[in-house]
C-alpha cells in the first residue's frame, strides 16, 4: 500500500517572526525552520499504516525552496521510504490553489492509495489545501480525523472526527485524502539510525514541466503583511468591592462596549 503525506516547512513556533524589508513577506534570517506540526501527525500515521500492515511504502511530498529538503530529510529519517520535492521558479509565488493543482499531479503520476495532509500548516492556518486537491482529484476527503483504521483487504478507510461528546465516523473508500487533528496520534523522535539512513534515501526533485503543468499567475497573493498592534495596558479599579464591580461593568459596557 502507497502513502503519500503532504509535509510543509514553516517558521519554529519559538522563532521571534518579523517583516522583511518587502513589506509583503517575513524577513527568514535567523529562522529556524521545522515541519508543521500537523504535519508530523500525518507522517507518523503513515509509518503506523505501513507497520501494521507490515509492507508498503510511504512518500513525503513538499513544495518549496531548496531549504525544504531539511524538512523531507527529517520526514525520512522519522521513517519514509523516499522523498518527492517540488522545486521550480514557477512555483515561488504559488498560492492554496497552485499548490494543490501541484499536489494533485504528483498523486496521479504516483497513484497512492492514500493521500495524507496535517490538517493545516502553522504559518498561515489556510487549511484548505487537503481538500482542494480532493476537489481537484474527485476522491473523497475527511479532514481532522482523531481516528484511522484501513481494512484489510486496503479498499476502504474508516475515520473518526470529534465532535461535542463523541467521535462522528465516516467510511471511505480508497483512494482517498485524509488531514490529520492533534490527538491522532505521537509523532516518534528520529533515530540515530534513521537520521543516518535519510541521508543514503531518494529525495527527488520534480518540475512544473515533468507534471505537464502549464505556467500560471496566482490568483491569490499577499498585499501587505502587519505586526500585531501593541496590546493597551490593563485597568486597575481601585475601590471597595461593590463600588469597583458597579464601575466594571459600567467600563465594559460603556467604554469597552463588551456587554
Not at 481538500?131 to 479498499?155: F, H, Q, R, T, Y
Request: proline residues 7%; hydrophobic residues 45%; charged residues 25%.
Amino acid at each position: 500500500m502507497k502513502i503519500l503525506v503532504m509535509i510543509k516547512q514553516v517558521p519554529d513556533t519559538a522563532t521571534q517572526v518579523k517583516i522583511g524589508s518587502d513589506p509583503k513577506a517575513i524577513d527568514t534570517a535567523g529562522i529556524t525552520w521545522i515541519v508543521s506540526p500537523y504535519d508530523e501527525f500525518a507522517v507518523e500515521e503513515a509509518l503506523r499504516i505501513k507497520e501494521k500492515r507490515g509492507q508498503g511504502e510511504v512518500v513525503a511530498v513538499s513544495l518549496g525552496p531548496d531549504r525544504v529538503k531539511e524538512a523531507l530529510r527529517s520526514c525520512l529519517a522519522m521513517g519514509a521510504d523516499r522523498a518527492i520535492h517540488l522545486l521550480d521558479p514557477a512555483w515561488e509565488q504559488a498560492d492554496t490553489l497552485m499548490t494543490a493543482r501541484a499536489l494533485a499531479a504528483v498523486i496521479k503520476q504516483e497513484q497512492p492509495a492514500l493521500a495524507l495532509f496535517g490538517r493545516q500548516a502553522i504559518d498561515d492556518d489556510m487549511g484548505a489545501v487537503g481538500a482542494a486537491v480532493a476537489e481537484l482529484l474527485g476522491w473523497p476527503c475527511a479532514s481532522w480525523i482523531m481516528e484511522e483504521s484501513v481494512d484489510e483487504a486496503g479498499k476502504a478507510i474508516r475515520v473518526g472526527r470529534q465532535v461535542e461528546g463523541g467521535l462522528e465516523l465516516f467510511d471511505l473508500p480508497l483512494p482517498a485524502v485524509v488531514s490529520a487533528q492533534k490527538g491522532l496520534n505521537e509523532p516518534r523522535y528520529p533515530t540515530l539510525k534513521g537520521i543516518m539512513g535519510a541521508k543514503k534515501k531518494e529525495v527527488k526533485d520534480i518540475k512544473a514541466g515533468d507534471l505537464g503543468l502549464a505556467a500560471e499567475t496566482p490568483a491569490l497573493s499577499v498585499v501587505k503583511l502587519e505586526m500585531l498592534p501593541p496590546r493597551p495596558p490593563g485597568r486597575i479599579i481601585p475601590g471597595e468591592v461593590a463600588d469597583a464591580a458597579k464601575e466594571l461593568v459600567r467600563a465594559l459596557r460603556e467604554d469597552a462596549k463588551a456587554i
